[in-house]
């Protein structure tokens, strides 16, 4: 089993930045693709980004395309997402996930291990 740990939240004005961390345990980090969701207060989670366990392939939703980056680190079994030019609507607890189903792209309908969540607070 994968446990995920997720770092980095905070409150942040708009416009700035935050990077949010995911470190992994386990020795088998590099077998899963790997994502980002958020939730907002009153909202349904929803995908952020995701990358595949090559790092071959990247997506992005479309309301964060050209101001987060994704990547990962396989020798300290980490990913992070980078988060410049925030906005009020980027305000959300973030997830972190690993797509437990193995295949070659990251499956949005999972199964996932989830971390606990970090905080993002952007104020106008």
């Known amino acids: 089993q994968v446990q995920l740990v997720e770092s980095g939240g905070g409150l942040v004005q708009a416009g700035g930045s935050l990077r949010l961390s995911c470190a992994a345990s386990?020795?088998?980090?590099?077998?899963?693709?790997m994502g980002w969701l958020r939730q907002a207060p009153g909202k349904e989670r929803e995908f952020v980004a995701s990358?595949?366990?090559?790092?071959?392939?990247?997506l992005y939703a479309d309301s964060v395309k050209g101001r987060f980056t994704i990547s990962r680190e396989f020798a300290k079994n980490s990913m992070y997402l980078e988060m410049n030019n925030l906005t009020p609507e980027d305000t959300a607890v973030y997830y972190c996930?690993?797509?437990?189903?193995?295949?070659?792209?990251?499956?949005?309908?999972?199964?996932?291990?989830w971390g606990q969540g970090t905080q993002v607070t952007v104020s106008s």
């Open positions: 386990g020795p088998t980090f590099r077998r899963y693709n």
């Open positions: 990358i595949t366990r090559t790092g071959d392939t990247i």
């Open positions: 996930n690993t797509d437990r189903s193995l295949g070659t792209m990251y499956n949005r309908n999972g199964p996932f291990y």
